[in-house]
């Protein structure tokens, strides 16, 4: 494309994403959506998509983003809903299945700071588009000649969000039955686009929220838009305690992720809310047939499902990924977690929701009489885990060479002896007591690194020794 000159489009995990005049901007968008209109052309799908975004600048409004792609789509004759509204992206996903869509198509950059945007595709079955479709995605892109002008029509955009709050609050009455919630939550949505999705959720199942930074702002009001950040969960801690909520929950821009606390403030795992969950289900005999997560993922896990005698499945980093095992469970129910925050059902979205698991952590509080934290502990029967994940922040040459694995040999001979080597997705240490795994992210100057022990003493020491090694 003669107008991108060096910069390329690059699907990552989840989307492309890139800083907003540089890395992301309207020719980028444009290439992309050419390349859709191309592949959608050519395939047997409906010739339908759902159009989402978040509060970012640039998204919205009758020159924004959202309306530029659904202006594309439009002139090429595919039919477009778009949303009238900042919108989740678990949301959208949903919409794609209940409309009958071809693709779906947010325009977000997820937990990223407000500088960035992004650019996701979600497939028919609402999961993040398969690895094959965004690889021919971004090489027509790449390739796209420079488009003519936008010639505006007429879009009228709709609401997605009260479709999706009857649909999840029948997915969960047909399962667990009309829930009785007497509690409080908390929920801090960090100026993003989840409030109006909680309040009528709320108003649905009869919980009292109390809503922190509720309002849709582009630049998140100057807070942290990672809902996992220390800071984020020591303030999120404060308000339940002072409210006497049940627990408190912190969502990413697009809703997608979350972060929990239980009644003291205390951070909950995103593995351990899945635990929790997946516990009562089996005790409640809800039919388990087993939990997904992938290689980044807390071995509290496996653990569970040797015990309860269900399926365990490991995947490599990404939703999408859990999508053939959510079509395969049938009757039963897959859950499936990432330790980023993702959390989803077989019988709900195939994209992970930041909704679905507070909502059942609210109504198992209530059933059990039982707070968070006693839930928390009880897991102690499945063993003892100790996760941190951390970023590394490296050069292009550096992060080439730490995916490439050039310097594995020298990261082994500090860890010591280790059992095996993964690379399913990143370079996995399999230690006696452990793991430690390394990831180069698709879109960022970033490494990513995870580790998990018996006791905490031990990852520290693990992180301590390996950080310095990966980028000698």
């Known amino acids: 494309m003669s107008d991108l000159v060096s910069i390329q489009i690059q699907f990552g995990t989840s989307g492309h994403r890139g800083i907003l005049g540089q890395t992301f901007t309207a020719t980028h968008v444009d290439a992309i959506v050419y390349a859709i209109i191309q592949i959608m052309h050519t395939q047997a799908m409906p010739q339908h998509v759902i159009i989402g975004y978040d509060c970012r600048t640039g998204n919205e409004g009758p020159t924004g983003y959202a309306m530029q792609v659904a202006m594309r789509l439009t002139q090429a004759g595919i039919r477009v809903q778009l949303s009238d509204q900042p919108v989740p992206t678990p949301v959208v996903s949903d919409t794609i299945r209940a409309q009958g869509a071809g693709l779906g198509i947010m325009l977000t950059a997820s937990h990223n700071p407000p500088e960035y945007n992004g650019l996701k595709v979600n497939a028919a079955n609402g999961a993040p588009a398969p690895v094959a479709l965004t690889t021919e995605i971004q090489t ?58 909680w309040r009528a959720l ?36 404060e308000t339940v305690r002072a409210s006497g909520a049940m627990f408190g929950v912190a969502h990413d821009p697009d809703a997608d992720r979350f972060a929990l606390v239980d009644e003291a403030g205390v951070p909950c795992s995103p593995e351990q809310i899945c635990m929790i969950i997946a516990h009562y289900w089996v005790n409640q005999g809800y039919g388990l047939t087993g939990v997904a997560t992938t290689v980044a993922s807390s071995g509290l896990i496996q653990a569970f499902c040797e015990q309860q005698d269900c399926a365990y499945y490991e995947t490599a980093v990404g939703f999408k990924h859990f999508s053939p095992l959510f079509d395969r469970a ?42 968070v934290a006693q839930h928390r502990a009880a897991l102690g029967r499945y063993g003892a885990f100790y996760f941190h994940e951390t970023a590394l922040t490296v050069s292009d040459a550096q992060k080439q060479r730490i995916a490439s694995g050039d310097n594995l040999n020298h990261v082994l001979s500090v860890l010591g002896a280790y059992r095996s080597v993964n690379r399913v997705d990143g370079i996995k240490v399999v230690l006696d007591t452990g793991w430690v795994l390394w990831r180069c992210s698709g879109t960022e100057p970033v490494v990513r690194v995870y580790s998990e022990g018996a006791t905490e003493a031990q990852v520290t020491h693990w992180l301590r020794d390996i950080v310095p090694a990966l980028c000698e």
Not at 224 to 234: E, F, K, T, Y
Not at 333 to 359: D, M, N, Q
């Open 140 to 197: 027509v892109a790449n390739a796209a000649p420079s488009q003519a002008p936008i010639v505006p029509v007429a879009i009228q955009p709709v609401s997605f969000v009260e479709g999706f709050v009857t649909r999840l609050v029948a997915a969960v009455e047909s399962r667990l039955g009309r829930p009785s919630i007497s509690g409080t939550i908390v929920v801090d949505h960090r100026h993003g686009t989840s409030a109006p999705t």
């Open 202 to 237: 709320a108003d649905a199942l009869g919980l009292h929220v109390i809503h922190c930074h509720p309002e849709p702002l582009s630049d998140f009001g100057g807070l942290d838009p990672n809902p996992v950040s220390a800071s984020v969960l020591d303030a999120l801690g």
């Open 330 to 371: 049938q009757a039963g129910t897959v859950f499936a977690v990432e330790s980023s925050g993702g959390v989803s059902a077989s019988w709900h979205t195939h994209e992970k929701c930041g909704f679905l698991p507070a909502i059942l952590m609210a109504i198992i509080v209530a059933k059990t009489g039982q707070s």
